[in-house]
C-alpha cells in the first residue's frame, strides 16, 4: 500500500492564478481531509468528505474548493492564489470515526505533503 | 482560551532523560484524544491514542484528566531519534469530524 499520497511536493504560484493539489489514498477509506499548516501554527482543517459524492467545509474553507467524485481521490482547488495562501498542504484519510471510548479505526493518516508558495 | 494549549518548547534534553508535556483542552464534551508526532518538514504521524485509563506503549505514557481537561505525554529513555514536534490533537465529540491540533511542542534530544 502506498497510503496516501499528494502531488506536487512543492509548487510557487503567481497571485491570481489556479492550481489543483492532488491526494489519493489506497486503504480503501471512507474518510478524507485536507488540512493546512501554517509555520508554528497547528493544523486547519479547510474540508472534509464523508465519501464518494459528499463534501463539507472545515474552519477555513475560504478560497478553495473539493470535489470527491471517488472513494480514492480528493483534489483540492485554489481558484485565485493569494499569499495568504502560502502554507503546507496535508491530505489525510481515515476509515471511521470513533463514537466514544476506545478509537480504533479513527487514526488520521496524513499524506506527505504540497508546499505552495504564493508571490 | 484556546481550543488546544501546548507550551511549544523547545524541550532540550540529554538521551537517557525522561521528558513530560502537558496539553489542555477548553471543550469539556471532547471525545477522543491522541498525540500524533511530526518530524522536521514531515506528515504528522499517530504516536498514540490517550484512553481515560491512561495508557503505555513502551517508553511512552499518555494520560488523560478529564476533570481538569489535560492530557500528558511522558516519555522514559529519552532517544536520539525521538527529537521531534509533538501535537496533541482532540476530537471535539462524538460524531463531530473535525480534529483539533494543538501548535505542538518541539523535542530535542542532546546526545
Known amino acids: 500500500n502506498a497510503g496516501v499520497t499528494q502531488t506536487p511536493k512543492f509548487r510557487i504560484l503567481k497571485i491570481g492564478q489556479s492550481m489543483t493539489l492532488q491526494c489519493t489514498q489506497d486503504?480503501?477509506?471512507?474518510?478524507m481531509y485536507w488540512y493546512r499548516q501554517d509555520p508554528g501554527m497547528g493544523l486547519k482543517l479547510i474540508y472534509y468528505?464523508?465519501?464518494?459524492?459528499?463534501?463539507d467545509k472545515g474552519e477555513v474553507p475560504n478560497g478553495y474548493n473539493v470535489s470527491r467524485s471517488t472513494t480514492e481521490d480528493f483534489p483540492l482547488r485554489l481558484e485565485l492564489a493569494a499569499p495568504s495562501q502560502t502554507s503546507v498542504y496535508f491530505c489525510?484519510?481515515?476509515?471511521?470515526?470513533?463514537?466514544?471510548?476506545?478509537?480504533?479505526?479513527?487514526?488520521?493518516?496524513f499524506g506527505p505533503g504540497t508546499r505552495l508558495l504564493v508571490l | 482560551r484556546k481550543e488546544v494549549e501546548q507550551d511549544p518548547g523547545p524541550f532540550n534534553v540529554p538521551e537517557g532523560a525522561t521528558v513530560a508535556f502537558n496539553c489542555t483542552y477548553s471543550n469539556s464534551a471532547s471525545q477522543s484524544f491522541f498525540w500524533y508526532r511530526q518530524d522536521c518538514r514531515k506528515e504528522p504521524k499517530l504516536l498514540m491514542s490517550?484512553?481515560?485509563s491512561g495508557n503505555e506503549d513502551g517508553r511512552f505514557t499518555a494520560q488523560l484528566n478529564r476533570a481538569s481537561q489535560y492530557i500528558s505525554l511522558l516519555i522514559r529513555d529519552s532517544k536520539l531519534s525521538d527529537s521531534a514536534t509533538y501535537l496533541c490533537?482532540?476530537?471535539?465529540?462524538?460524531?463531530?469530524?473535525?480534529?483539533?491540533f494543538g501548535k505542538g511542542t518541539k523535542l530535542s534530544v542532546i546526545p
Open positions: 468528505s464523508v465519501g464518494a459524492g459528499i463534501t
Open positions: 486503504m480503501n477509506h471512507n474518510y
Open positions: 489525510a484519510s481515515s476509515s471511521r470515526l470513533g463514537t466514544s471510548g476506545r478509537s480504533q479505526g479513527e487514526t488520521q493518516y
Open positions: 490533537v482532540v476530537r471535539p465529540g462524538a460524531g463531530s469530524y473535525q480534529l483539533t
Open positions: 490517550v484512553y481515560s
